[in-house]
């Protein structure tokens, strides 16, 4: 293995870990919501009136209220769900791992990195709007890297992102010349300065066959691929 | 009498069940879903604990924990954590929180640790106390 893909491999690991952490995060958040409506219904169970007596009667009059039962389980249930999707997020994420090199939709693959940092995201306070590609922009690339090289882009224009902290992603217009734009309304110049310098950045651009432009106004760049499919 | 506790997490279905079942254990609960609500309520409110998440958007747990320690030096802060690393946890305690708790937490050993931060809290309050008064007779000659 060479250098540039010991140094990729190493990024990338660390990318897997970032994800599948705050990933398992939000699933801690989920169990802990459940756990503590079945520790609801425990305490309510528990209230004066509704401990057994032996008296049917009296037992069917003090039994818990069915709209707090339903409030609880109906709460239980949403949250299984948002574990189910972040747990089904994560599986395909360890999945593209697997895949290798193979013919990549750009929409989808920023649209899964968007949806998999959602959290991430949310945690910086910058708001990101996704506008799909009007045609399907395909590149033949390792999934998993691409996605890394997505994300370090999402990450680096958050970053630099000032004024109203508004991220907005789109593409370019000719199917045949993939490129992902990240526009921001005003930058933090050091952060626009220091966009993509580093060793490690440059090892990802070119394992992927990227390269990056700055628009002329320098509040925005694009993620440009020599050709496509 | 009952511990007045601020519980601040970003989750509010948690608040919602959590203040409920703190309520139950006879605690006087006010939630807020973000440190800076936090900040903004210590500044009006008394509390005896605060029980914080500590993964938290805008504002993180351990910016959270300086900004209430810089504030409030006297209140007492139980972390609440999806998972707690030993390096966040021995910084977190070096700023001043009063213990770490995981998710999905015990409601009982929680309870136990909102009454001895409670106690803690009074303790220093009762120094704080102390020391102002000891200040005035020096200052006044006696």
Redesign the interface.
Known sequence: MGTLEIETAEQGMKFFGRMSASATHEIKNTLAIINESAGLLEDLSQMPGNRKSGNQTADRENSLPAHRVLDISQRVTRQVKRADLVLRKLNKFSHSIDHGTKITDLGETVGFVLDLGSRLIEMQGTRVELVPPVLPIRVETHVFYLENMIWKAVEAACDAADGNKQVTISFGNDPHLPLILFSMQAVKKPSMDALFTSKQDKYLMEYLNISIKKNKENNGFGLVWPKSI | MSEKVLLVDD?K??LE??S??MA?RGMEVTTAESAGQALSLIGKQSFDAIIMDF????M?GMEALKAIKDKKPELQIILLT??ATVEKTVEAMKIGAMDFLE???D?EALTKKIKKAKAEKMLIVEKQTEEKIRDILQRHGG
């Not at chain 2, 993964?55 to 805008?58: F, H, K, N, V, Y």
Request: hydrophobic fraction near 35%.
């Open positions: 989750e279905e948690f069940i959590m409920e079942r139950a993964q938290m958007p805008e993180d999806g998972y998710k999905p937490a409601i």
